[in-house]
């Protein structure tokens, strides 16, 4: 069974930084597209940075300049790696394929203090 753990979340003050790092266990992730999503309680997840088979990115307008997402495909890890952190950023941040989601892993906790 296909499973994604997310790790490398913690508590920083704004203006900080965290890499964050998606593992995949039973599922290949330098096959598909990938994505990074953050979600706060009561509301969805939301799209936050991708990253095509290409190679090629994408990033949400609030996160360009601030968030790198990168692949590692000998270690099948995806990572985010955040600078300049805002309070806004905030939330808990999932890994999941573009399309075809698979289950939600448990998420990694982002917290910016102001």
């Known amino acids: 069974q296909a499973q994604l753990v997310e790790s490398g979340g913690g508590l920083v003050q704004s203006g900080g930084s965290l890499s964050l790092s998606c593992e995949g266990s039973g599922i290949v992730l330098s096959r598909t597209g990938m994505a990074w999503f953050r979600q706060n309680p009561g509301k969805q997840h939301e799209l936050v940075a991708s990253i095509a088979l290409n190679g090629i990115p994408h990033y949400i307008g609030s996160a360009k300049g601030r968030f790198t997402i990168s692949r590692d495909n000998a270690k099948n890890i995806v990572y985010l790696q955040m600078s300049n952190l805002k309070p806004e950023d905030t939330a808990v941040y999932y890994c999941?394929?573009?399309?075809?989601?698979?289950?939600w892993g448990q998420g990694t906790h982002v917290t910016v203090s102001s």
């Open positions: 999941n394929r573009v399309s075809y989601l698979l289950p």
